[in-house]
């Protein structure tokens, strides 16, 4: 799953990409308006975490410009703005949530969660195609009576795949939902990740298409 | 002793009327004495006149009746015909005619003597007791409606000082039930001339006074949120610090929480700083310059050689100011920390001690990328950081310097550096062996 961040405060930007990193989010990091802009338009991300107070281009411009497109992605502002009118300013232009600096990194975690489940159509918090399930807060995987622990990549991994059961992603696909734009992705990273899955939930667990790539089966 | 417009309009006003009242009252007391007593003597001839036509007429012989005939006090005359030399006891021999006051009897006597034909007199007398009483009611009469009118006219001065220092009254009432957090200027409708430029000077003072209250507001909101900053980087950070799963990451994240607490720390400090330049006392202490100047470069060495930046000092000339040390050290420590904090490493800072005329010039010379020349005035502003700035910096550097240079009385500019790219941060102030 993959965030885009902007924010300019170089500090906070920094441990917030630590923290989203270690809730298994593949995190891109940008400090102005303008570099938002450019990443929204090339690249797919998840969701966005935008500071109001930007340099070059202010996030509320950044937020209509986004929406003007008819980008559904969720955004959730990250601002130390408190007052009334910037809240609701923001809300109404196309921001799904509004988060007041200092924040709980916690809360932080559970509305990126939410915003992400919501914009999937779902309203359970678990991902399930009825087979396996996934529990984002947990990073617990089930299936039948045994449940495992998922590393932080397994989970980007599997959570990618159970978003859209049915549906075939091909490695740089996956690739992209895991990792982060300065990471650096080993070759066969993404076959390392499905052996660990496989070996933990089962080998059916996640099908192989030759050729196309790798997706989990839709609920019966 | 408190000075009341109000009371000493009234008591000198009331005080100007009773005088001239009283004066008034004088003479038309003393005009209506002299005016009876003229009465008095006219009705005296008056009666000679009747008593000489009707002796010619008649004959008359009237008898010497000192006592009067009725018992009418006040209308008691004396009316004789005197045949030749005769005369009463109380009358002096050789009267002239005419009229005379007589002290000489038992009791003091207005008389008129007028000759008639055939050597006769008559004499026409009355007591002066009785034409003085008269005299004196009569004038007594012309004081009353002055002192009726007295009290009365006391009491419309109070009341109309009173109504003309109305205005005034109400101002102050309006002044005092002013917010004090936001005054608003007094209305300078039915406001008397005199008092209009009074308001318009309260009014300018009042509008300084919002001015400065709002630029405090706007410091305290600007400070409010830029304390969230810090916070938020400390809270995020802990918390990173308290999921690391190695040795490795928990010593990175430490790192970093760290850092957090060092700006957070500074931000304390420069807000600190910044109220104390702001209500410090000004303290007079002969500075010496190079001396400070030499401990804030030792001070700032070690960050200097941690970011690889040539930190020197030029002492071109020595000069010597007054003032506090402390808010010297703050302006040039200030300037010293944004040069090593903004420039790339591999720069070079300069801090050159020069004079010019009667003034000492301290420069802070760097070699970093500069301050366009739109920017070089806001930047002062607190709070406020050039678009790209690294956000660590508390944004308050300059306006401490800035404040605590105007303490010493001297000023900060920022220039472009004459060679090559770089800024220079000037200080100037009066030396104080000028003459």
């Not at chain 2, 009341?4 to 009773?18: E, M, N």
């Not at chain 2, 003229?38 to 010619?56: H, P």
């Not at chain 2, 009254?169 to 039930?177: E, F, K, P, W």
């Not at chain 2, 001690?353 to 070089?376: N, Q």
Request: hydrophobic share 45%; no cysteine.
């Amino acid at each position: 799953m993959r965030i885009l961040l902007v924010e300019d405060d170089p500090m906070i930007g920094e441990a917030v990409a630590v923290a989203l990193k270690d809730a298994a989010y593949a995190v891109d990091w940008v400090r102005d308006g303008a570099s938002a802009t450019l990443a929204l338009d090339n690249a797919e991300h998840q969701a966005v975490l935008l500071d109001l107070g930007l340099p070059k281009r202010s996030g509320a411009e950044v937020l209509s410009r986004l929406r003007g497109q008819d980008n559904r992605v969720p955004v959730i502002i990250i601002s130390a703005r408190d007052a009334v009118e910037d809240r609701i300013k923001a809300l109404d232009l196309g921001a799904d949530d509004y988060l007041l600096k200092p924040f709980d990194v916690e809360e932080l975690l559970a509305r990126l969660r939410a915003v992400i489940r919501r914009r999937g159509g779902q309203a359970a918090p678990v991902l399930s195609n009825g087979i396996v399930s996934l529990d984002p807060v947990t990073h617990e995987a089930r299936r039948g009576d045994s449940a495992h622990l998922l590393s932080a990549r397994e989970f980007a991994l599997l959570q990618a795949l159970l978003l859209r059961p049915g549906a075939i992603l091909t490695r740089s696909e996956l690739e992209e939902r895991i990792y982060g734009w300065n990471e650096e992705i080993e070759s066969n990273a993404v076959d390392f990740l499905i052996h660990g899955v496989r070996r933990k939930l089962g080998p059916d667990t996640i099908k192989n298409v030759r050729g196309a790539g790798w997706m989990v089966e839709k609920p019966a | 002793m408190r000075r009341s417009l109000q009371r000493r309009l009234s008591l000198t006003l009331a005080f100007a009327i009773v005088l001239t009242g009283l004066i008034a009252a004088v003479t038309s007391f003393g005009l209506g004495y002299f005016e009876a007593q003229e009465l008095q003597d006219d009705s005296l001839r008056q009666i000679a006149a009747l008593v000489a036509r009707r002796a010619a007429d008649a004959g008359f012989k009237g008898a010497p009746s000192p006592d009067g005939a009725s018992g009418d006090n006040e209308s008691r005359v004396v009316v004789m015909r005197l045949p030749g030399d005769a005369r009463p006891a109380w009358l002096p021999e050789n009267i002239l005619p005419g009229f005379h006051t007589l002290d000489d009897g038992p009791e003091r006597m207005r008389v008129l003597v007028r000759r008639l034909p055939q050597n006769a007199r008559i004499v026409v007398a009355q007591p002066t007791d009785l034409r003085n009483e008269i005299a004196l009611n009569s004038a007594l009469r012309t004081l009353v409606p002055l002192i009726l009118l007295l009290p009365l006219l006391a009491w419309l001065t109070a009341r109309i000082v009173a109504t003309e220092l109305a205005p005034v009254r109400r101002m102050a009432h309006r002044l005092d039930g002013q917010a004090p957090d936001r005054p608003a200027a007094l209305s300078e409708t039915d406001v008397p001339d005199e008092i209009v430029s009074f308001v318009h000077a309260i009014n300018r003072l009042l509008e300084r006074v919002s001015q400065l209250m709002n630029e405090q507001r706007r410091f305290i909101a600007d400070a409010a949120h830029e304390l969230r900053s810090p916070l938020t980087a400390l809270s995020i950070q802990a918390q990173n610090l308290e999921n690391a799963e190695s040795r490795e990451a928990s010593k990175d994240r430490l790192t970093a929480l760290r850092a957090g607490i060092d700006r957070a720390q500074r931000l304390a400090d420069q807000l600190l700083s910044l109220a104390k330049t702001q209500t410090g006392t000004t303290e007079q202490a002969m500075i010496d310059v190079s001396a400070i100047v030499r401990e804030l470069i030792a001070e700032y060495l070690p960050v200097a050689e941690a970011r690889g930046i040539d930190l020197g000092m030029e002492e071109v000339a020595k000069p010597s100011l007054s003032g506090s040390p402390d808010a010297l050290r703050l302006i040039l420590g200030n300037a010293l920390d944004n040069a090593l904090r903004y420039i790339p490493s591999g720069g070079e800072v300069t801090v050159r001690l020069t004079a010019e005329g009667d003034d000492a010039v301290i420069e802070v010379a760097d070699t970093g990328p500069g301050i366009p020349a739109s920017e070089r005035t806001r930047v002062f502003d607190p709070f406020y950081r050039l678009e790209g700035s690294s956000g660590n910096g508390s944004g308050l550097g300059l306006a401490i310097a800035r404040d605590a240079a105007s303490r010493l009385g001297g000023s900060v500019i920022l220039q472009d550096r004459p060679e090559g790219t770089g800024l220079v941060f000037r200080y100037r102030q009066r030396r104080a062996d000028a003459n």
